[in-house]
């Protein structure tokens, strides 16, 4: 299984842009990255998610490097309400068909300040 | 739409009891899932099913069994309660469309074990 390295926490500013990191080397070619977020005492909430190409959606952005062991998640203009812990997930696939699995690690606490 | 619902909100057991927690999801979704949080940790699998009359061991199976006999139900049992399992539960629904793999959680189930 693809692991993920992420930093236990930021801050950011009200009004910046947050930039989250992900560290995932050892992930294989089929394999997609996923972004997810949990607001404290709430059931985990998907961003977004992307497998070579950098993607957007209405609530962020995904850069994914060039080599794919790296990328990025990026909340253009950060509100309080997006203090959350945010995890980077890269979906593993187990056995033959389609028995697909999140495995969810301790995510980066993000704290958007006032 | 309900999206996925947990059954019940909050428990206290006392050792050895035993319970079921209920998942249902009315979104057709193939994929189902049973997490759980415990203070300040990521979320680990136990179980999940890839269909109705399917399930298979997660991360964190031992002391609790699944079922899966309809599909838009998951349940998850605890067989004889013990303190270890006191946690947050959360239960997970996808559906296996190709290329994306967008889980929606419901709100957990808050167990204490005494």
């Known amino acids: 299984d693809a692991k993920t390295t992420q930093p236990p926490s930021m801050d950011c500013a009200e009004g910046r842009a947050a930039n989250l990191p992900c560290n995932h080397s050892?992930?294989?070619?089929?394999?997609?990255v996923y972004w997810y977020r949990q607001i404290h005492s709430q059931g985990p909430q998907y961003i977004i998610h992307?497998?070579?190409n950098n993607e957007t959606n209405e609530m962020a952005s995904l850069i994914i490097t060039e080599d794919r062991k790296s990328s990025t998640l990026i909340l253009p203009h950060a509100t309080l309400r997006d203090t959350a812990v945010y995890y980077c997930?890269?979906?593993?696939?187990?056995?033959?068909?389609?028995?697909?699995?999140?495995?969810f690690g301790k995510g980066t606490l993000l704290t958007v300040n006032p | 739409n309900a999206g996925v619902t947990q059954t019940p909100k909050f428990r206290v057991l006392k050792t050895g009891q035993s319970m079921t927690l209920l998942c249902a999801q009315d979104?057709?979704?193939?994929?189902m899932y049973w997490y759980r949080q415990d203070p300040g940790m990521g979320l680990r699998l136990i179980h999940y099913?890839?269909?109705?009359?399917?399930?298979a061991k997660g991360e964190v199976p031992d002391g609790y069994n699944v079922s899966r006999l309809k599909k838009q139900n998951f349940l998850l049992g605890l067989e004889s309660a013990a303190p270890s399992q006191t946690s947050v539960y959360f239960c997970?629904?996808?559906?296996?469309?190709?290329?994306?793999?967008?889980?929606?959680f419901g709100q957990g189930t808050r167990l204490t074990v005494v």
């Open positions: 979104m057709n979704h193939e994929y």
């Open positions: 992307g497998l070579k």
């Open positions: 997970a629904s996808s559906y296996p469309i190709t290329g994306s793999n967008e889980a929606f």
């Open positions: 099913s890839v269909g109705e009359g399917t399930t």
């Open positions: 997930i890269v979906r593993v696939h187990e056995g033959g068909g389609s028995n697909y699995k999140l495995t």
């Open positions: 050892t992930i294989s070619g089929n394999e997609y």
